[in-house]
């Protein structure tokens, strides 16, 4: 597998263990509105049975029994309730809009006190729906940031704020809000032509228990629907805004699980610009209950932002990370290496410890790093050797660097290899010069002395490689040569 491929895997992976979680937070989701709607579901039930005990005759309730003025105590007795209701639940500025729409007179008829008193219970139900889906959307766009903030290695100011601006956004000229409060106007106006069919009709009470339960089953599916997609929707939003933040130019779309669309199939693995990043064109939700995402890319070439003016001999600083973030300090070095091990003059590209980025672009020769103007303890780096220059693992310069500075990890690779170092906390401690020496030392005599000993060793494709072996050993640090 090579090594963009593989970094591709890593990311799809990791995104695939957030979907898991996400699925089992939506089953969640999915039962809470259930309950919500069950709730709502029994008491409207309760108050149809209610009217049809109090006025029906063995032949049932006619259209003209029903639209007889009101009891002065039902519609006491309904005012009661309505004031209680507000009293009680923390109701947004819509529920108490909705509930306006029930202030009832002395006048009113049977049946507009049964919808009034039906109209009260999914306002109630409704507005606490919209305050769940409110709440949980607040706590999956906050915790996507903070996560897209360790991944991508950066901290994340008013995460609050921010959540809450994402949630509240317009998606296709409405708010996951009027979304909600749009089902509940839905399934009262289907109420409503269910009562009056009922009445005209004389439907016997239990079949339109029957019919009722249909009704609500529709309107939670749907409730269920607008929940994942918005979760989806925030998710999105949330890795937009952490790319744009992050100064990342690119992201790759990942469908995933076993279950994903044609429509997804056919955008996976591929890499957009963050610019042209569109909720449902080239990112998730494609469609309603959509669950795909998305993750930060070095782009199609592996090219990260604006290094495409570094001039020869300079250093540029790129920003900073999170450099207690191994994962993402090993993806930038992942996407270096895929940028630079075919160019044509030497890079380096070095995260120093206190975060800073580092690019550096060399010659056919080398490349100075003098421009990096932080410490170079526990760095880590990245650099390409070309072929007509290479000695097939670490040159001397390179390794005395590393040790004297004493950096963390230093990786670097021609068209045949990659290789590394990483310090221990047992690694000896020397100068620039002494480990510059002994490595020529043990190049000239031992790699040589192997080179007469064992026919098969080439000393000039693994003299060096055998030297570094042998010092790494001495030194206590650790090193590795890989065939690409």
């Not at 049946?111 to 507005?127: C, H, P, R, T, Y």
């Not at 999956?140 to 509240?168: C, F, P, W, Y």
């Not at 449902?280 to 890319?297: K, L, Q, V």
């Not at 990245?382 to 693992?393: C, G, K, R, W």
Request: aromatic share 10%; net charge neutral.
């Amino acid at each position: 597998m090579s090594v963009k491929s593989a970094n591709s895997m890593y990311w799809k992976t990791r995104e695939a263990r957030q979907h898991e979680m996400n699925l089992k937070e939506s089953a969640q989701h999915d039962k809470m509105l259930e309950q919500i709607y069950k709730t709502m579901q029994a008491s409207i039930q309760r108050d149809i049975d209610a009217f049809y005990g109090r006025y029906a005759a063995k032949e049932g309730i006619s259209l003209a029994e029903a639209k007889k003025r009101a009891d002065k105590l039902d519609i006491e007795s309904y005012a009661a309730k309505a004031k209680r209701y507000v009293a009680t639940h923390n109701m947004s500025k819509r529920a108490n809009e909705e509930m306006r729409l029930y202030n009832l007179t002395m006048k009113v008829n049977r049946l507009e006190l049964l919808k009034a008193n039906i109209g009260m219970q999914l306002v109630d139900g409704f507005s606490d729906i919209d305050e769940f889906m409110g709440d949980k959307l607040n706590e999956r766009t906050t915790d996507e940031l903070k996560r897209q903030a360790g991944i991508l290695g950066n901290s994340v100011h008013n995460s609050e704020a921010m959540a809450a601006s994402i949630v509240g956004a317009s998606f296709h000229n409405a708010t996951y809000s009027q979304r909600v409060w749009a089902h509940q106007e839905q399934l009262k106006y289907e109420l409503h032509k269910l009562l009056t069919r009922g009445l005209m009709q004389g439907i016997n009470p239990r079949k339109l228990a029957g019919e009722l339960s249909k009704m609500f089953g529709v309107s939670l599916r749907n409730a269920s629907r607008l929940m994942r997609t918005e979760m989806a929707r925030v998710q999105t939003e949330a890795q937009f805004q952490s790319y744009k933040r992050n100064g990342f130019e690119w992201y790759q779309f990942h469908t995933l699980g076993s279950k994903a669309c044609e429509i997804c199939r056919a955008l996976d693995e591929k890499i957009f610009k963050v610019d042209d990043m569109l909720v449902s064109e080239n990112a998730p939700p494609m469609h309603p209950n959509c669950r795909c995402s998305t993750s930060a890319s070095m782009g199609p070439e592996g090219r990260s932002s604006g290094n495409s003016d570094v001039s020869e001999g300079e250093t540029i600083m790129h920003g900073t990370i999170d450099p207690s973030n191994k994962d993402s300090v090993m993806f930038l070095l992942d996407a270096a290496e895929r940028k630079y091990s075919t160019k044509d003059t030497e890079w380096d590209f070095t995260i120093t410890s206190d975060g800073k980025m580092w690019e550096s672009r060399g010659g056919i020769g080398g490349v100075n790093l003098n421009g990096i103007k932080s410490d170079r303890k526990g760095a880590y780096s990245y650099h390409n050797h070309l072929d007509s220059e290479t000695n097939y693992s670490f040159s001397e310069d390179d390794v005395a660097g590393f040790i004297a500075n004493k950096e963390a990890y230093m990786r670097a690779s021609d068209s045949t290899y990659s290789y590394e170092m990483r310090r221990r906390s047992d690694t000896v401690d020397m100068s620039w010069d002494e480990v510059y020496h002994r490595h020529r030392e043990l190049f000239r005599v031992e790699s040589y002395k192997e080179s007469v000993n064992n026919t098969d060793f080439d000393i000039d494709v693994d003299g060096y490689d055998y030297v570094m072996r042998l010092l790494s050993r001495e030194l206590k640090f650790d090193y590795e040569r890989k065939i690409k």
